[in-house]
């Protein structure tokens, strides 16, 4: 029997063989990847996880594939970092950051979704696969394609960082700028994907897709001793990478594999595209689509798909949502680097500012345990800081002019 019993609509719950398929063809709501626990539950263990490859790979019996071809194979498995700088700037005990940034091979946690997603599109016999993105994913699904022998597209807003843009075109893909947001891009690639048979990562491949996501809950459980945080805060650009989390801790109890889910799930925006949180600080468990304008274009999508989800899943965590300003989202670049030596991208700085935000608010407690989830390397998004970092010290090349710009005299001491 195999380990995945079906798509299964997220709202009317009708069954589908798990194909390239990705709409409920009865009221028109997503389908997710329903598995077969009791199936998996037989064969899970802590020990066979922890003698499992060093990559998110080690979970392969709760991923929608079902061979062991496996296209990424390094993907995931990355530092859960103990934030003790931080966590004492902010007052908080036992911070984390669970650090994406360092992802294999294009550093960011889009690695784990796609490799996902080009698995199985393989497995399911797509020769070429494509992408909407706003950046990351579209960086991802180029290498991922490059390395696998696969043909690629991949669509992106016209107004993308100069940095992913290039972390494209290296690769090799048929790179295609769309003029105009992400949602603009999306509502193409979604009429490409009716007319050409090719794998869509997160249009008809999504519901697997979208599973890769888990695994940074599967990490950061196993990464704490098996145990599952106080409190996590996420970015959130569709609201899926929220949702998956939070399933994934439960699928983790549900197997016998930690005892409780005590997790408290808070999500993370800029306010220049924020339909999520806005939502949620105004009591709805709806959203209103918004035009994005924000420095935090990985995050900018105005109609975000599982908006929906995050904010239940929000809901039954007891947790909180929150949007921070472009400045702000400045500052918490600047604070990670500053006390972990972390460089994260914009959406990095979201999620550092919202943490600030919840703490100050008293809905992080000092005594929690908290993971903070940074999804990118900042080095795609240097524009957005490069202005507020300063300039380096221009000297002669003498030592008199040295210790006259840093005010030194003979012999005073320093660092050796």
């Not at 037989?42 to 496996?70: C, F, H």
């Not at 494509?130 to 696998?148: D, E, F, I, K, P």
């Not at 524009?383 to 300039?391: I, N, Q, Y």
Request: proline letters at 5%; hydrophobic letters at 40%.
């Amino acid at each position: 029997m195999s380990k995945m019993k079906a798509l299964v609509c997220r709202e009317c719950g009708k069954e589908y063989p798990p194909k390239a398929i990705h709409v409920c063809e009865m009221c028109f709501g997503p389908l997710e990847v329903k598995y077969n626990y009791e199936e998996i539950k037989g064969t899970i263990s802590r020990k066979k996880i922890e003698q499992g490859p060093n990559s998110m790979w080690r979970y392969i019996d709760l991923l929608p594939v079902e061979s062991t071809a496996i296209i990424g194979p390094h993907a995931g498995l990355t530092p859960l970092v103990r934030a003790k700088n931080l966590g004492a700037f902010l007052g908080i005990d036992e911070l984390y950051i669970k650090n994406d940034t360092v992802n294999h091979p294009t550093l960011s946690f889009k690695d784990r979704v796609v490799s996902v997603a080009l698995t199985r599109a393989r497995e399911l016999g797509f020769e070429t696969v494509a992408c909407a993105s706003t950046g990351n994913l579209a960086n991802s699904v180029a290498a991922h394609a490059a390395a696998a022998g696969m043909k690629c597209y991949v669509f992106i807003p016209a107004d993308l960082e100069a940095a992913k843009v290039l972390g494209n075109l290296i690769y090799k893909p048929n790179v295609v700028e769309v003029e105009g947001n992400y949602d603009d891009v999306n509502r193409l690639c979604s009429e490409i994907a009716g007319e050409h048979g090719w794998a869509f990562v997160n249009i008809n491949i999504r519901p697997y897709y979208a599973e890769g996501s888990k695994t940074l809950a599967f990490e950061t459980v196993e990464q704490l001793g098996w145990r599952t945080p106080d409190q996590a805060v996420i970015p959130m650009a569709s609201g899926s990478l929220l949702t998956k989390i939070w399933k994934g801790l439960h699928e983790m109890h549900a197997l016998g594999l930690v005892d409780s889910v005590r997790t408290k799930i808070n999500g993370a925006q800029a306010e220049g595209c924020s339909p999520i949180a806005t939502a949620f600080k105004a009591g709805r468990d709806f959203f209103k689509p918004v035009k994005p304008k924000t420095i935090a274009k990985s995050l900018a999508i105005g109609n975000p798909a599982d908006g929906y989800y995050a904010l239940k899943a929000t809901a039954e965590s007891k947790g909180a949502m929150d949007a921070v300003t472009d400045e702000e989202v400045v500052e918490g670049i600047k604070l990670l680097a500053q006390t972990e030596g972390i460089f994260a991208e914009t959406a990095g700085g979201v999620t550092i500012g919202v943490l600030r935000k919840l703490v100050k608010q008293g809905l992080i407690k000092k005594s929690d345990l908290t993971v903070a989830y940074i999804t990118g390397n900042g080095l795609k998004t240097q524009e957005a800081v490069v202005d507020a970092v300063g300039r380096p010290f221009r000297i002669q090349p003498s030592l008199v002019n040295f210790q006259k710009t840093f005010k030194m005299g003979k012999n005073s001491g320093g660092d050796s």
